[in-house]
T-cell receptor
Framework: QKEVEQNSGPLSVPEGAIASLNCTYSDRGSQSFFWYRQYSGKSPELIMFIYSNGDKEDGRFTAQLNKASQYVSLLIRDSQPSDSATYLCAVNKDTGNQFYFGTGTSLTVIP | EPEVTQTPSHQVTQMGQEVILRCVPISNHLYFYWYRQILGQKVEFLVSFYNNEISEKSEIFDDQFSVERPDGSNFTLKIRSTKLEDSAMYFC???????????FGPGTRLTVL
Protein backbone atom coordinates (compact mmCIF):
# COMPACT_ATOMS: atom_id res chain seq x y z
CA GLN A 1 0.00 0.00 0.00
CA LYS A 2 1.35 3.38 -0.99
CA GLU A 3 1.93 5.82 1.84
CA VAL A 4 0.57 8.79 -0.08
CA GLU A 5 -1.68 8.63 -3.11
CA GLN A 6 -2.62 11.31 -5.57
CA ASN A 7 -4.46 11.34 -8.85
CA SER A 8 -1.71 11.89 -11.40
CA GLY A 9 -4.00 13.90 -13.67
CA PRO A 10 -3.54 15.79 -15.83
CA LEU A 11 -6.03 18.25 -14.40
CA SER A 12 -6.97 21.15 -16.62
CA VAL A 13 -8.89 24.21 -15.47
CA PRO A 14 -9.59 27.53 -17.20
CA GLU A 15 -7.92 30.66 -15.93
CA GLY A 16 -9.82 32.15 -13.01
CA ALA A 17 -11.42 28.87 -11.98
CA ILE A 18 -10.87 26.89 -8.78
CA ALA A 19 -8.47 23.95 -9.02
CA SER A 20 -9.04 21.14 -6.54
CA LEU A 21 -6.24 18.70 -5.78
CA ASN A 22 -6.67 15.65 -3.58
CA CYS A 23 -4.44 13.35 -1.59
CA THR A 24 -4.96 10.35 0.69
CA TYR A 25 -2.50 8.83 3.10
CA SER A 26 -2.32 5.42 4.72
CA ASP A 27 -0.67 5.96 8.11
CA ARG A 28 -3.02 7.32 10.79
CA GLY A 29 0.06 8.31 12.79
CA SER A 30 0.90 11.02 10.29
CA GLN A 31 1.15 14.38 11.99
CA SER A 32 1.98 17.01 9.40
CA PHE A 33 0.75 17.50 5.88
CA PHE A 34 2.31 19.54 3.13
CA TRP A 35 1.66 20.74 -0.36
CA TYR A 36 4.57 21.43 -2.68
CA ARG A 37 4.62 22.79 -6.19
CA GLN A 38 7.18 21.48 -8.66
CA TYR A 39 7.85 23.01 -12.02
CA SER A 40 9.44 20.76 -14.62
CA GLY A 41 13.14 20.29 -13.94
CA LYS A 42 12.98 22.25 -10.68
CA SER A 43 12.95 21.34 -7.02
CA PRO A 44 9.78 21.13 -4.91
CA GLU A 45 8.67 24.46 -3.51
CA LEU A 46 6.64 24.53 -0.29
CA ILE A 47 3.20 26.10 -0.71
CA MET A 48 1.71 25.43 2.70
CA PHE A 49 1.36 22.95 5.53
CA ILE A 50 -1.46 21.94 7.83
CA TYR A 51 -1.55 20.04 11.11
CA SER A 52 -5.12 20.23 12.37
CA ASN A 53 -8.43 19.12 10.96
CA GLY A 54 -10.24 21.80 9.01
CA ASP A 55 -9.21 24.49 6.60
CA LYS A 56 -6.14 26.68 6.42
CA GLU A 57 -6.04 29.58 4.02
CA ASP A 58 -3.03 31.41 2.61
CA GLY A 59 -3.80 33.86 -0.16
CA ARG A 60 -5.34 32.00 -3.08
CA PHE A 61 -4.54 28.62 -1.52
CA THR A 62 -6.63 26.66 0.97
CA ALA A 63 -5.51 23.37 2.45
CA GLN A 64 -8.12 21.06 3.95
CA LEU A 65 -7.40 18.18 6.29
CA ASN A 66 -9.69 15.40 7.42
CA LYS A 67 -7.78 12.97 9.61
CA ALA A 68 -10.73 10.63 10.08
CA SER A 69 -10.88 10.11 6.32
CA GLN A 70 -7.08 10.39 5.94
CA TYR A 71 -7.60 12.98 3.29
CA VAL A 72 -5.85 16.22 2.42
CA SER A 73 -6.80 18.63 -0.32
CA LEU A 74 -5.57 21.84 -1.85
CA LEU A 75 -7.82 24.42 -3.45
CA ILE A 76 -6.37 27.07 -5.69
CA ARG A 77 -8.72 29.99 -6.27
CA ASP A 78 -8.51 32.30 -9.27
CA SER A 79 -6.12 29.90 -11.00
CA GLN A 80 -3.44 31.53 -13.13
CA PRO A 81 -1.40 30.06 -16.02
CA SER A 82 1.65 30.40 -13.75
CA ASP A 83 0.03 27.86 -11.41
CA SER A 84 0.57 25.20 -14.09
CA ALA A 85 2.89 22.69 -12.41
CA THR A 86 2.92 19.37 -10.63
CA TYR A 87 1.55 19.53 -7.09
CA LEU A 88 3.05 17.16 -4.56
CA CYS A 89 1.37 16.07 -1.38
CA ALA A 90 3.71 15.05 1.44
CA VAL A 91 3.13 13.72 4.95
CA ASN A 92 5.41 13.51 7.94
CA LYS A 93 5.06 11.36 11.04
CA ASP A 94 7.37 13.13 13.41
CA THR A 95 9.93 15.88 13.57
CA GLY A 96 13.07 14.86 11.74
CA ASN A 97 11.48 11.86 10.14
CA GLN A 98 11.21 11.44 6.43
CA PHE A 99 8.60 13.13 4.37
CA TYR A 100 6.54 10.72 2.28
CA PHE A 101 5.65 12.15 -1.10
CA GLY A 102 2.88 11.29 -3.50
CA THR A 103 3.52 10.98 -7.20
CA GLY A 104 2.02 14.41 -7.81
CA THR A 105 -0.89 15.81 -9.79
CA SER A 106 -0.14 17.69 -12.98
CA LEU A 107 -2.19 20.89 -13.24
CA THR A 108 -2.62 22.94 -16.39
CA VAL A 109 -4.35 26.31 -16.23
CA ILE A 110 -5.65 27.25 -19.64
CA PRO A 111 -5.56 30.99 -20.49
CA GLU B 1 15.87 34.97 2.08
CA PRO B 2 17.89 31.96 3.30
CA GLU B 3 18.04 29.04 0.90
CA VAL B 4 19.52 25.60 0.51
CA THR B 5 22.29 25.45 -2.09
CA GLN B 6 23.68 22.42 -3.93
CA THR B 7 26.73 21.81 -6.07
CA PRO B 8 27.30 20.80 -8.75
CA SER B 9 24.09 21.42 -10.67
CA HIS B 10 24.93 18.60 -13.06
CA GLN B 11 27.37 15.73 -12.62
CA VAL B 12 28.24 13.22 -15.32
CA THR B 13 30.18 10.15 -14.29
CA GLN B 14 31.13 6.73 -15.52
CA MET B 15 29.57 3.64 -14.00
CA GLY B 16 31.64 2.40 -11.07
CA GLN B 17 33.04 5.82 -10.21
CA GLU B 18 32.56 7.60 -6.92
CA VAL B 19 30.66 10.86 -6.75
CA ILE B 20 30.16 13.37 -3.96
CA LEU B 21 27.17 15.68 -4.02
CA ARG B 22 27.38 18.76 -1.87
CA CYS B 23 24.76 20.77 -0.05
CA VAL B 24 24.75 23.81 2.19
CA PRO B 25 21.57 23.73 4.28
CA ILE B 26 19.95 26.83 5.73
CA SER B 27 22.27 27.98 8.49
CA ASN B 28 20.07 27.62 11.58
CA HIS B 29 18.40 24.40 10.49
CA LEU B 30 18.94 21.19 12.41
CA TYR B 31 17.56 18.39 10.25
CA PHE B 32 19.04 17.52 6.89
CA TYR B 33 17.78 15.20 4.21
CA TRP B 34 18.68 13.70 0.87
CA TYR B 35 16.01 12.72 -1.62
CA ARG B 36 16.21 11.54 -5.17
CA GLN B 37 13.80 11.80 -8.07
CA ILE B 38 14.20 9.59 -11.10
CA LEU B 39 12.89 11.33 -14.21
CA GLY B 40 9.11 11.19 -14.29
CA GLN B 41 8.82 9.51 -10.91
CA LYS B 42 8.08 10.63 -7.38
CA VAL B 43 10.44 12.15 -4.86
CA GLU B 44 11.99 9.33 -2.84
CA PHE B 45 13.53 9.65 0.60
CA LEU B 46 17.11 8.47 1.02
CA VAL B 47 18.32 9.58 4.45
CA SER B 48 17.80 12.07 7.25
CA PHE B 49 20.54 13.42 9.49
CA TYR B 50 20.35 15.08 12.88
CA ASN B 51 22.89 15.88 15.56
CA ASN B 52 25.73 14.51 13.43
CA GLU B 53 24.23 11.12 12.84
CA ILE B 54 21.78 9.36 10.58
CA SER B 55 18.32 9.41 12.12
CA GLU B 56 16.47 7.49 9.43
CA LYS B 57 17.30 5.86 6.11
CA SER B 58 15.37 4.10 3.40
CA GLU B 59 15.96 0.79 1.66
CA ILE B 60 17.49 2.71 -1.22
CA PHE B 61 20.26 3.98 1.06
CA ASP B 62 22.42 0.87 0.97
CA ASP B 63 26.13 0.41 1.65
CA GLN B 64 27.17 2.31 -1.44
CA PHE B 65 25.74 5.51 -0.01
CA SER B 66 27.10 7.58 2.84
CA VAL B 67 26.48 11.04 4.25
CA GLU B 68 28.71 13.39 6.12
CA ARG B 69 28.66 16.83 7.68
CA PRO B 70 32.37 17.59 7.47
CA ASP B 71 32.08 21.10 8.91
CA GLY B 72 29.45 23.45 10.25
CA SER B 73 27.92 24.23 6.90
CA ASN B 74 28.30 21.45 4.32
CA PHE B 75 26.28 18.25 4.08
CA THR B 76 27.46 15.68 1.55
CA LEU B 77 26.13 12.55 -0.09
CA LYS B 78 28.70 10.08 -1.40
CA ILE B 79 27.92 7.29 -3.81
CA ARG B 80 30.89 4.93 -3.82
CA SER B 81 30.38 2.94 -7.01
CA THR B 82 27.75 4.46 -9.22
CA LYS B 83 25.33 2.36 -11.23
CA LEU B 84 23.28 3.29 -14.25
CA GLU B 85 20.13 3.27 -12.11
CA ASP B 86 21.60 5.96 -9.85
CA SER B 87 20.91 8.49 -12.59
CA ALA B 88 18.43 10.92 -11.06
CA MET B 89 17.96 14.35 -9.56
CA TYR B 90 19.28 14.44 -6.02
CA PHE B 91 17.73 16.99 -3.71
CA CYS B 92 19.05 18.14 -0.39
CA UNK B 93 16.55 19.57 2.09
CA UNK B 94 16.62 21.00 5.58
CA UNK B 95 14.19 21.87 8.34
CA UNK B 96 14.43 23.99 11.44
CA UNK B 97 13.94 22.99 15.06
CA UNK B 98 10.18 22.79 14.60
CA UNK B 99 10.73 20.17 11.94
CA UNK B 100 7.85 21.40 9.88
CA UNK B 101 8.74 23.52 6.90
CA UNK B 102 11.17 21.54 4.78
CA UNK B 103 13.04 23.54 2.18
CA PHE B 104 14.64 21.97 -0.84
CA GLY B 105 17.79 22.90 -2.69
CA PRO B 106 17.78 23.24 -6.48
CA GLY B 107 19.08 19.71 -6.96
CA THR B 108 22.01 17.97 -8.63
CA ARG B 109 21.29 16.08 -11.80
CA LEU B 110 23.44 12.95 -11.76
CA THR B 111 23.99 11.14 -15.04
CA VAL B 112 25.75 7.79 -14.92
CA LEU B 113 27.07 6.54 -18.25
Amino acid sequence: QKEVEQNSGPLSVPEGAIASLNCTYSDRGSQSFFWYRQYSGKSPELIMFIYSNGDKEDGRFTAQLNKASQYVSLLIRDSQPSDSATYLCAVNKDTGNQFYFGTGTSLTVIP
Amino acid sequence: EPEVTQTPSHQVTQMGQEVILRCVPISNHLYFYWYRQILGQKVEFLVSFYNNEISEKSEIFDDQFSVERPDGSNFTLKIRSTKLEDSAMYFCASTGSGGDEQFFGPGTRLTVL
